[in-house]
């Protein structure tokens, strides 16, 4: 589990995990950055639920998974985020340390899209957002990002119903035969 943050937008600032100060742990069993139950290759899939909520008394903003709260980011460490967001973003992000070769750092569980959905690659499902009414929404104006194709991808499904909501499978092995 990763999370990032930052106090204005990336201008001057932006950290991971329990590098960011601020944050305050209430769980006792799991903190940003620490290492969660994987899935196995077209084997065993494990889901969870994660969720951002600011909460509309304090304006903290609570990092939870499944049914159990991480922590919160006190409002009084936002300026951008004090009183909401205007975006979202859901993904995967690695980090290549500059070199004029491309990191074999995976994203996922280092497989395209294309390679197989369910059990191959990534993906994030029944993906929603609490809006200013504090109403749960699904997303409706999605606008797919992917930074290196031959390296990462990315295959939207959006809505699909039932359990799985709004879907989109994402993931690649980085530096590759095609990605150098």
Request: hydrophobic share 35%; proline share 6%; charged share 15%.
């Given at each position: 589990?990763?999370?990032?943050?930052?106090?204005?937008?990336?201008?001057?600032?932006?950290?991971?995990?329990l590098?960011?100060?601020?944050f305050?742990?209430?769980?006792?069993?799991l903190?940003?950055?620490?290492v969660?139950?994987?899935?196995t290759?077209k084997?065993r899939?494990?889901?969870?639920k994660?969720?951002v909520?600011?909460?509309?008394?304090?304006?903290?903003?609570?990092?939870?998974?499944?049914?159990?709260?991480?922590?919160?980011?006190?409002?009084?460490?936002?300026?951008?985020?004090?009183?909401?967001?205007?975006?979202l973003?859901?993904?995967?992000?690695?980090?290549?340390?500059?070199s004029?070769?491309?990191t074999?750092?995976?994203?996922?569980s280092g497989?395209?899209?294309?390679?197989?959905?369910?059990?191959v690659s990534?993906s994030?499902?029944?993906?929603q957002?609490?809006?200013?009414?504090?109403?749960?929404?699904?997303?409706?104006?999605?606008?797919?990002l992917?930074?290196?194709p031959?390296?990462?991808?990315?295959?939207?499904?959006?809505?699909?119903?039932?359990?799985?909501?709004?879907?989109?499978f994402?993931?690649?092995?980085?530096?590759?035969?095609?990605?150098?």
């Amino acid at each position: 589990m990763s999370e990032r943050a930052q106090r204005d937008a990336y201008a001057k600032t932006g950290c991971y995990n329990l590098n960011c100060p601020g944050f305050v742990q209430v769980s006792r069993r799991l903190a940003p950055g620490a290492v969660l139950p994987v899935s196995t290759f077209k084997g065993r899939q494990l889901y969870m639920k994660i969720f951002v909520y600011r909460d509309p008394k304090t304006a903290n903003w609570w990092l939870g998974i499944n049914d159990e709260w991480i922590g919160y980011w006190p409002r009084t460490i936002f300026t951008t985020l004090a009183s909401g967001a205007t975006f979202l973003e859901w993904g995967g992000e690695i980090i290549n340390g500059g070199s004029t070769v491309h990191t074999t750092t995976d994203m996922g569980s280092g497989h395209f899209p294309s390679e197989g959905l369910d059990g191959v690659s990534a993906s994030f499902n029944s993906i929603q957002y609490v809006d200013q009414n504090y109403k749960l929404m699904k997303p409706t104006s999605v606008s797919p990002l992917v930074s290196r194709p031959k390296c990462y991808n990315l295959k939207v499904f959006g809505d699909v119903g039932g359990n799985r909501g709004y879907t989109f499978f994402f993931g690649g092995p980085g530096r590759n035969a095609n990605c150098g």
